[in-house]
């Protein structure tokens, strides 16, 4: 079994910071692609950054220039720094991850969610 935990939101104001942690727990061969994507309340769940086990990253237009993805392939974890928040980046942040599990089998796993607040 995988699990994905997150950790690190929380409440800020306008123009503020924050970092997201995502780390990848049990067992499992390997992890390929990690990701951050977010759901607004009345609103789908959308793709916030990707970023490949060879450090290839990519994201969302409302995100680039304020958003940094990285990762710790040694820890299994993902980050997520946000800097220059702004209300409209409200939501609850999802942590996703490719990985090849015991079964030999790649899925998708998704931790249980975050929720990021920012005041006006």
């Known amino acids: 079994q995988v699990q994905l935990v997150e950790s690190g939101g929380g409440l800020v104001q306008s123009g503020g910071s924050l970092r997201l942690s995502c780390a990848a727990s049990?067992?499992?061969?390997?992890?390929?692609?990690m990701g951050w994507h977010r759901q607004a309340p009345g609103k789908q769940r959308e793709l916030v950054a990707t970023i490949s086990n060879g450090g290839s990253t990519n994201y969302a237009e409302s995100v680039k220039g304020r958003f940094t993805i990285s990762r710790d392939n040694a820890k299994n974890t993902v980050y997520l720094q946000m800097n220059s928040l702004k209300p409209e980046d409200t939501a609850v942040y999802y942590c996703?991850?490719?990985?090849?599990?015991?079964?030999?089998?790649?899925?998708?796993?998704w931790g249980q969610g975050t929720q990021v607040t920012v005041s006006s």
């Open positions: 049990g067992s499992f061969f390997s992890i390929y692609t």
């Open positions: 996703n991850a490719q990985v090849h599990n015991i079964l030999r089998v790649t899925a998708d796993y």
